[in-house]
């Protein structure tokens, strides 16, 4: 082509890759154009790609697709891309305990969101930037957005012990995760200040079922143990507990106060309704994908750390402390 | 590298590409691997889609990734798929009404996995084999999965009437698609053949917070009309149905009567627990997969079409038909 229009193959390449302003004459580029038209020729992405080192694809990589967090994260990153880029959805399926960063690399990604809690922080070096994702803390030299859920977070256990709860149990992610290790110290931290309380954790795999087998599998000895509030470390675990709840007759609140982290949009329709700490999803995958497109867009970009407000919402699933009787 | 290992171009992309054998004499093999840790080589997916044409990567399109139906089958399509193919999302904004298919064969996917209620089925040309998710219709040349929605329908509409039910809205998503017009139309011709039934539809998009202000903008209409029932065409409608309903202080089943299409994992813990006929969006996702799976095996495949079965859950949206006392 560039012999039909008489020109070299670094000027085809610029035009075809729309980098001809300002660097190609006009006359020329029509020439250009007018050997595309002639000779038919279609730009293939991936001939494309070995000119630009630019899919414009961007990977996001999580450990469970089928979570609602998640499907909202990407909400908000499809918002945040826009038509620009082609989101890559990296599942991880449960088995992997580590996502493969370089695979995705290999495969020509221009950058990375990361929303996989336990994931260890790939180095500098991987190749193309990253931003990680509901990450309270990691190395300075990658980007990350989090949620500040501290200040919620003692709003939350204040309220219940105010409500006379001292025997509290914790339901936690079975996966680790600073994100999970955050919310659980900052209530283990805020509860150590009232005298005479305890709480005790569990841990259950981030779905609804799983959650519920485990809770009425627990429920007598917290019964005995005169358990009256659950935390529960997100939304899903603590619809698997409403469920379980409901089907041992345990009334919420009047029973048991149950209160979560997340408010996915589901949490205002539950029975009762659930009180929960918000991390908005959508909020936090359309910071993630903003500040990915902006170090895309810069030559040298500095990492950025970005913190996004939580907030305690109250509805009807809280209440003041009632031991449950034991029963057998 | 051909050069540093004596060999030709050709036989260097075999190795590379894994199809060495049978082809390529182990002695002339082992020579081409030797060159390539001496050239520290490293194959480039992009570099190498250009010889193989194969990505690896298939795209799931949708119109919207935030709805847990879509989660749910995404999820599906991950697990089918495994870690062979890589997820390629392709969400099409509320903004375009129609997916650039053509866009998603020049950036090179394998295949496509279409769930797009409206969407015009692809020509066959389009240069990579296409599967249709719940498309209970389409052209023969096209692969596809759909739910055969016939019987359960039936007993949803019969239990309604049997209840005693004449005046019944029908809460029907926005968006077009063969999908929705299926289900209204087994909903409304089986009504048909009871005498003095009316069925009023209204629209909304397929988010929770519309469904909710169009239900609280209506009721007051339905309460002079004599609505006692509401079949949602889709359970994110149904949720906000139920929350506009709950706000309003319409006792459902009570006051008014609510089942729904999906079955999406939360319907069992909404306020009441939500009637409706599973659709399973996992099993949709997963069929589709490796209905598609199977295409990309074969050398000239043919098309498919899969139906999965769907089942009337009964839970506690739905009772005895009462007519609301009209206000104001």
Redo the contacts between chains.
């Keep these: 082509m560039a012999a039909a229009a008489g020109v070299s193959i670094a000027t085809v390449s610029l035009v075809i890759n729309g980098k001809a302003a300002g660097r190609v004459s006009p006359a020329t580029q029509a020439r250009v154009e007018k050997a595309i038209a002639d000779l038919g020729y ?6 494309r ?2 000119v630009t080192g630019r ?1 414009q ?1 961007v990977a ?1 990589v999580a450990p ?5 967090f ?3 994260v ?2 908000g990153v ?2 945040a891309l ?2 620009e880029y ?6 991880s ?1 449960a088995e992997h305990d580590q996502p493969d960063l370089d695979q995705l690399v ?3 990604v221009d950058g990375i969101l990361l929303e996989f809690p336990g994931a260890e922080p790939p180095s500098g070096q991987i190749g193309c930037p990253v931003v990680l994702l509901d990450e309270p803390s990691g190395p300075p030299e990658l980007s990350r957005v989090y949620f500040d859920t501290r200040a919620a977070t003692r709003e939350m256990v204040d309220q219940l012990v105010e409500l006379g709860h001292r025997n509290i149990v914790y339901l936690d992610a079975s996966r680790e995760g600073k994100t999970f290790e955050t919310r659980r110290r900052q209530v283990a931290n805020r509860l150590r200040r009232t005298p005479g309380t305890a709480l005790t954790r569990v841990r259950s795999d981030i779905k ?1 079922d799983d959650a519920s087998t485990l809770v009425a599998e627990s429920l007598p000895d917290w019964r005995r143990a005169g358990v009256t509030a659950i935390i529960s470390a997100t939304d899903v675990l603590g ?1 698997g507990a ?2 379980a709840l409901g089907a041992a007759g345990v009334s919420v609140p009047k029973q048991m106060s149950l209160v979560s982290f997340d408010d996915l ?2 949490s ?6 659930l009180t929960t700490v918000r991390l908005s999803a ?1 909020d936090l995958g359309y910071a993630s994908a903003r500040i990915l497109r902006e170090q895309l867009a810069e030559e040298s970009p500095a990492p950025r750390q970005e913190s996004l407000p939580a907030m305690l919402i109250n509805r009807s699933s809280v209440g003041p402390a009632r031991r449950l009787r034991a029963r057998g």
Aim: glycine share 8%; aromatic share 10%.
């Design positions: 279609v730009v293939d992405s991936a001939a790609s070995l899919r694809c996001l469970d697709v089928g979570n609602p998640f499907s909202q990407a909400a499809a918002t826009g038509t082609r989101l890559l959805l990296a599942v399926g290999a495969f020509g609804v619809y409403l469920s949009p589901f205002k329709l539950t029975s009762p309704a959508y």
